[in-house]
Nanobody
Framework: QVQLVESGGGLVQPGGSLRLSCAAS????????MDWYRQAPGKQRELVAS???????NYADSVKGRFTISRDNAKNTVYLQMNSLKPEDTAVYLC??????????????WGQGTQVTVSS
């Protein structure tokens, strides 16, 4: 059993910042890539940022230069620092991880999501 738990969402004014966290726990042997996705009402889920075990990152064009993904492998935690937030960043942000369990099974895991609302 593996769980991903996000935190840090909320309401922020345009131009503001938020930091999301996602902690993985449970029967974890190793964690490969971890990602942040987002889904706005009426829109498809989109990949926001990803980070490999070695720290290689990738960003959606819409967030490049504003968002930064990082991870603490010792804590099995991934972060998303979001700066210069815009109303169009409003969405539910979901954490995703490709995780090998202690039973040596490789699976995709998702968090429950955290709401980010950018509004004045």
């Amino acid at each position: 059993q593996v769980q991903l738990v996000e935190s840090g969402g909320g309401l922020v004014q345009p131009g503001g910042s938020l930091r999301l966290s996602c902690a993985a726990s449970g029967s974890i042997f190793s964690i490969n890539t971890m990602d942040w996705y987002r889904q706005a009402p009426g829109k498809q889920r989109e990949l926001v940022a990803s980070i490999t075990t070695s720290g290689t990152t990738n960003y959606a064009d819409s967030v490049k230069g504003r968002f930064t993904i990082s991870r603490d492998n010792a804590k099995n935690t991934v972060y998303l620092q979001m700066n210069s937030l815009k109303p169009e960043d409003t969405a539910v942000y979901l954490c995703h991880g490709i995780i090998t369990t202690t039973s040596r099974v490789l699976k995709n895991y998702w968090g429950q999501g955290t709401q980010v609302t950018v509004s004045s």
